[in-house]
Each structure stands twice: as structure tokens, then as C-alpha cells.
């Protein structure tokens, strides 16, 4: 019988993505070793499109040496997915997470992601629900709200999901938003009628979906943890 499931929580603000992706880079690491328990990193990146491991270049619609124009940032990953974009007012999370230790397979993992984001939409009395076949992430009706692009390695997860509370949607008319032609991308302000709260408490209560529906028992929360104090190596 599976004990009781611990999860900790870093409430992170603003990261560079880098510095994000060297930071899951060693929290995998930990993760494999048993160093560390099932770790939840939530933040905000600035402006970043970044590309999936099939490398689909041709669906970044600007020149890669224009981004810096619009304040914008290209990374490439080993993620699955397509390309995608993150910034500001968007809610990321990225759970550092032991597959077996919860016995999820792959499909049911991101099958969770999907279920996490539609149920804080329907917190705001939004509709949302899984994208149809070939369509990955979260949609209301003919418009996505949410974005997945996983990787799992030796059973433990990395990157997760972008769900969309505020961002500047101009910055997804520079890219084919996961490779998906002809669909529009939209966000949970466009979306409900419901007066939002601040965007920490969207933060949390996307948080909380997660890790209901991921069955966790007890969550740890870590209020700006420091990327560096404990992890130097990694810079």
C-alpha cells in the first residue's frame, strides 16, 4: 500500500529561464538520488519563445535576430512539444516528480497537467478541456489557454505546464503556438466574466489543484527559495 505523499512547493517570482532550466537540471539530478521529495517549482519567466527537442524552427514566424527587438528571449530544450512562449502573468509550473513513487505512467501524468489547468478554469466558470487529437494542452472551445510540454527522464518529470492569466497575447502572433495552425490563444482574463484576484492567489490555487489531483497528502510550502544559495555549482 503507497504511504502518504509529500510534496514541496517553491514559490519562486521571476526567473530568468535559464536559470530555470539549470535549476530543474540539478533538482532531477537530487530527485533520481532521493535527495530531495517531489518538488513543485512555480514562477514566471520573462519573455521567452522556447523550442521543443524536434526543433520546429519554421514555426517562429519573426527572425530569431529581431527577438531582441520585442524584449524577447529564444532558448532551445529537450522538452517535448513544440514551440511555445512564456512571460509575464502567466502562471509555470515545473514539477520535479518520481513517476513511479506515485504510480502514474506518461499519458496519465500529462492527462493530470491537463485536468490541473481545467479545473482552475472552471474556478472562474470557464469551460475548458483537453485538446483534441493532436492538440496538446488546454483549450476553451477553438482557443488555448494552456500549454504542456513535458520531459521525463529515468521515471522523474521536468518543465510542465504555462496557463494563461494575463500575458500579452501579441507576443503568440510571432509563432505557431505548439505547432498548431489556425487556432487562436487566449487567456483566463479574456475568458471569464468573474472579477480575478491577484495573480499569487491564481498562482496558489492552481497549486492546490495540482496537488489534489496528484493525490499529496502534505504540501510543503518554500517561499522565495534561493536559486544559488544551495546549488552554485549549477550556475
Not at 99 to 117: D, F, P, Q
Amino acid at each position: 500500500m503507497r504511504g502518504p505523499l509529500k510534496l514541496e512547493v517553491w514559490k519562486m517570482g521571476f526567473v530568468n529561464y535559464l536559470d530555470a532550466l539549470k535549476l530543474q537540471e540539478k533538482l532531477v539530478s537530487d530527485r533520481k538520488l532521493c535527495r530531495i521529495p517531489d518538488t513543485l517549482l512555480s514562477l514566471q519567466h520573462p519573455p521567452t519563445y522556447t523550442l521543443g527537442k524536434r526543433r520546429t524552427d519554421h514555426n517562429l514566424l519573426i527572425p530569431a535576430s529581431e527577438l531582441k527587438n520585442i524584449g524577447a528571449e529564444l532558448h532551445y530544450t529537450q522538452r517535448g512539444g513544440d514551440i511555445t512562449f512564456h512571460g509575464p502573468h502567466q502562471a509555470i509550473l515545473y514539477p520535479i516528480i518520481s513517476l513511479r513513487e506515485i504510480g502514474l505512467g506518461a499519458r496519465n501524468y500529462v492527462e493530470k497537467l491537463e485536468s490541473t489547468m481545467i479545473e482552475l478554469s472552471s474556478l472562474y466558470g470557464v469551460k475548458a478541456c483537453a485538446g483534441q487529437k493532436g492538440e496538446t494542452g488546454v483549450w476553451v472551445g477553438e482557443r488555448k489557454i494552456g500549454a504542456i510540454g513535458v520531459r521525463i527522464s529515468h521515471g522523474i518529470t521536468s518543465h510542465g505546464l504555462a496557463f494563461n492569466i494575463d500575458p500579452e497575447l501579441k507576443y503568440f502572433k510571432h509563432i505557431v503556438p505548439c505547432g498548431i495552425t489556425d487556432k487562436e490563444v487566449t487567456s483566463l482574463r479574456r475568458e471569464t466574466s468573474t472579477m480575478l484576484p491577484s495573480e499569487e492567489v491564481i498562482h496558489e490555487q492552481l497549486i492546490s489543484c495540482f496537488a489534489r489531483l496528484f493525490g499529496y497528502n502534505t504540501v510543503v510550502w518554500k517561499e522565495n527559495p534561493s536559486i544559488l544559495s544551495d546549488h552554485e555549482e549549477i550556475a
